[in-house]
């Protein structure tokens, strides 16, 4: 068993083998041997077999140090399953926790309540050491409590409450960044939607924050930066003119901001008309292929498709962005085109010649058969 183990762990080119095999090593002793544990050590630095080796290593002599060091490695769902691992301890794994441990590529919401439980989190917010650095750590970690979207957070801590007051009384004299009101912003979304002891007290001392003199003057000056935008609206600021002014001004940077100002039809023709006029859309109709748009070189598409999916609500706007999507060699964009085009029909809404005629023209040259399956629901129209 051990020799099969240590034959596909080293030879196999299948994941799946892998790990089978790895699984295999936990039914054996492996702690005396020097070599076996360096390639267990050098898969576990890979996200794909960090869950595996984690497993076998809690069986190693220095077993917790083993894995701490595979979790500093990893930065997906390997760390998060290395910081469901890893015991704090020690102060230098403690603070790592609270520092970096529910920091990855996935989301911090699958490791922030392991984090705050195994670090006391409470108790770091109330000690009397309290410093910005915590202060910054601490609001990542509270994204990720207030996050209860994949696993429950926040509501399933027993000191969930004390954690919020003790948060915001901090936040009263040390935010001073935007993620750090956006981090009250979250608090204020979440309390507003529980009921009981959660939000007695706690919904005041956070919109008290949220609307003194401090962070009104921070997010005017943001404003005035070109910064803030998304944080100003949460808030309720009026500032849709500035939005515009900062995508027009630098249209690669903040194209993305046009979902903030989507909330009428003349926004809509003013915003189709600036991409329209940004976008080289000529340039970018060269047909269907089965592309995926990923990568260098397809920035054009990504804007061009960003912008296409807020027109489902306004029938006959944009129609130059549908047509330069579904002549699109990205598959995404033609996608989208339809889905608008799809809405606007359930809107009675008359279709132009223009875009009869760009369906009929995707219809014969489409090279995608889901895609193709679609059209066909055009053929009569």
Not at 16 to 43: H, Q, W, Y
Not at 123 to 138: M, N, Q, T, W, Y
Not at 192 to 215: I, Y
């Amino acid at each position: 068993m051990f020799k099969y183990a240590k034959k596909t762990m080293v030879g196999s080119a299948n994941a799946e083998c892998i790990k089978f095999a790895m699984s295999l090593l936990e039914l054996l002793d492996i702690d005396g041997n020097p070599e076996m544990k360096e390639i267990v050590r050098t898969l576990a630095a890979s996200d794909e077999f960090a869950l595996y080796g984690g497993f076998l290593m809690r069986k190693w002599t220095l077993g917790n140090e083993e894995i701490f060091k595979m979790a500093k490695k990893v930065q997906g769902w390997g760390r998060i399953h290395a910081v469901e691992q890893l015991q704090p301890e020690s102060r230098e794994i403690r603070e790592w926790l609270f520092y970096h441990g529910c920091s990855n590529n996935i989301t911090s919401a699958y490791s922030a309540r392991t984090c705050a439980e195994k670090t006391d989190f409470l108790g770091i917010l109330k000690g009397e050491a309290f410093s910005g650095r915590d202060f910054s750590a601490a609001g990542r970690l509270m994204d990720g409590l207030l996050d209860e979207g994949p696993v429950l957070g926040i509501s399933a801590m027993p000191n969930g409450r004390e954690i919020l007051a003790a948060y915001l009384e901090r936040a009263e004299t040390m935010a001073k960044t935007e993620e750090d009101y956006e981090t009250a912003c979250s608090i204020r979304d979440y309390l507003e939607r529980e009921e009981g002891e959660m939000k007695d007290g706690l919904l005041e001392q956070c919109s008290s924050l949220l609307t003194s003199r401090k962070c009104t003057e921070f997010l005017r000056s943001s404003i005035e930066q070109g910064k803030g935008f998304r944080l100003a609206c949460r808030l309720g600021i009026q500032c849709s003119e500035q939005i515009y002014e900062a995508i027009e001004g630098d249209f690669d940077k903040n194209y993305s901001l046009v979902d903030l100002l989507m909330s009428g039809e003349t926004w809509a023709v003013r915003l189709a008309g600036l991409f329209e006029e940004r976008l080289p859309l000529e340039a970018m109709k060269t047909g269907p292929e089965k592309n995926m748009g990923l990568g260098e070189g397809y920035e054009d598409y990504r804007r061009l498709v960003y912008m296409v999916q807020f027109l489902k609500e306004y029938p006959g706007v944009g129609e130059n962005l549908l047509l330069c999507a579904m002549d699109s060699p990205v598959i995404n964009c033609r996608n989208m085109a339809l889905n608008v085009l799809e809405s606007w029909k359930e809107k009675e809404w008359g279709m132009s010649p223009a875009i009869a005629a760009g369906i009929e023209k995707l219809r014969r040259r489409e090279v995608d058969e889901k895609v193709k399956e679609r059209l066909e629901a055009w053929r009569q129209l």
